[in-house]
């Protein structure tokens, strides 16, 4: 587990200096997944150590939204100020989400052939 890990950390360690050195506009631990999944690709797939982790991992991914719920209770009084600006950003964005997801599954499906039976 450890060295999984320290594999996953790698990657996001990699990344987040390709960030910093090129000034991307792109998160460092976004570059950093790219890069394991190139790795991952190039490799022919995780190893059991790598799966078994990321698997623990996600399983316990709920705990990081702690953090969040905490900076919201504490910071609710600006909530209670702002709550019309937040939730139009919020319904805005989940609509953008929904339409470019849904524009997305359609440019990536294949036509229909008339041998599907459609």
Known sequence: MISALSLLLFFQ????????????PVPGPVIGMLLLFVALVLRGGPGDDLRHTSQTLLQHLSLLFIPAG???MVHLHRVADEWLALL??????????????????R????PATPEDGA
């Not at 440019?107 to 294949?110: E, F, N, S």
């Open 13 to 24: 360690l990699a990344g987040e200096m390709l960030a910093r050195y090129f000034s991307l």
């Open 70 to 72: 905490v900076g919201i």
């Open 88 to 105: 139009l950003s919020l319904l805005i964005s989940t609509l953008a989400t929904l339409a470019v997801t849904a524009l997305t599954m």
């Open 107 to 110: 440019c990536c499906q294949r």
